[in-house]
């Protein structure tokens, strides 16, 4: 019985990069006991995302919000293209990559796709993305959509809650494809910061209680913040800059997505596709976002 348990929690550290309490409340056991095989989870996970040091600016694209298989083909394809041309060093699929409509809480057609095809569709862009990209570094950062499934099992099935194969990177066999799977959620449920890059907060949107009622949604996120963030999850693009007392410069970036610009429950909305790239420095911190927009097909 020892045996098996250890091989679990074993194989929810590795497949998961989730913090020990997560495994221990999956498992039903105590957090000493995946202390004692799996490790601190900061000496475990923290490493995999340390900066390289280096006096060259890195390369980072962000897309956000593909909600596959729904999402919208050509902006997908454009994105993409986009990004083979310009050669990040960095991808990054910055939430909710993918939709799981059919384990969704709210309501939705009977002729959605069923979950096990919306997983098999994913899993082939995901190779998709990989074979684009063999060498760079890809980060699938957790959204809301990703949050789905583990909400479902809580609510509908909670005696499935625990099997390290239906979690979201072993389903989508991101380590086979050499991705990282990154929880903000989890990060700052430990008291960690959420992904940064340079100066850069890098947040899907969920994760900040932001009413969709206000004018400018960046503006309200670094209200929120108070420090320089680039988000999505809201499928509008906008920017806010302020000038502080000290003469320096920040501000908050959403980014647009790369779903339908039209769905069931909101037909009529203030939606923009676009994706964004971030030249960073690890060393100084400083970057420069460029938020992009695509329109009529064109990328501006």
């Known amino acids: 019985m020892m045996t098996e348990l250890k091989q679990k929690i074993k194989h929810l550290a590795t497949a998961t990069k989730m913090d020990n309490a997560w495994i221990a409340d999956q ?4 957090q000493r006991s995946v202390r004692r095989h799996a490790g601190e989870w900061k000496s475990r996970v923290l490493p995999r995302y340390g900066q390289v040091v280096t006096d060259q600016d890195v390369k980072a694209i962000f897309l956000f919000d593909a909600h596959i298989p729904y999402q919208d083909s050509k902006a997908y394809d454009i994105a993409l293209s986009y990004a083979k041309e310009w050669q990040p060093d960095e991808i990054y699929l910055a939430g909710d990559y993918m939709d799981f409509k059919d384990v969704s809480y709210w309501k939705n057609d009977p002729r959605r796709m069923p979950f096990v095809e919306e997983v098999n569709i994913g899993k082939a862009f995901l190779k998709d993305v990989r074979s684009n990209f063999p060498t760079q570094k890809i980060v699938y950062l957790e959204g809301n959509h990703e949050d789905r499934l583990a909400r479902y099992m ?6 499935l809650c625990g099997i ?3 979690s979201i990177p072993t389903l989508l066999q991101l380590d086979k494809l050499g991705i990282e799977y990154v929880s903000n959620v989890q990060r700052m449920n430990m008291g960690l910061q959420p992904l940064k890059l340079g100066k850069l907060y890098v947040i ?3 994760e900040v209680n932001c009413s969709t009622a206000v004018v400018n949604l960046a503006r309200t ?3 929120k913040t108070h420090v320089n963030t680039l988000f999505g999850h809201h499928h509008q693009s906008q920017q806010f800059i302020v000038k502080k007392l000290d003469n ?3 501000g908050s970036w959403m980014v647009g997505g790369l779903c339908k610009l039209s769905e069931n429950y909101m037909p009529s909305n203030n939606w923009v596709h676009g994706f964004c790239t971030v030249r960073y420095n690890p060393t100084s911190g400083y970057f420069k976002v460029r938020n992009k927009m695509i329109i009529d097909n064109q990328v501006l």
């Open 154 to 159: 809580w609510t509908k099935a909670p005696e």
């Open 221 to 223: 996120m670094y209200l």
């Open 248 to 250: 320096s410069h920040e």
């Open 27 to 30: 498992l039903g056991c105590s």
């Open 204 to 206: 899907h949107g969920h």
């Open 164 to 166: 390290p194969e239906l």
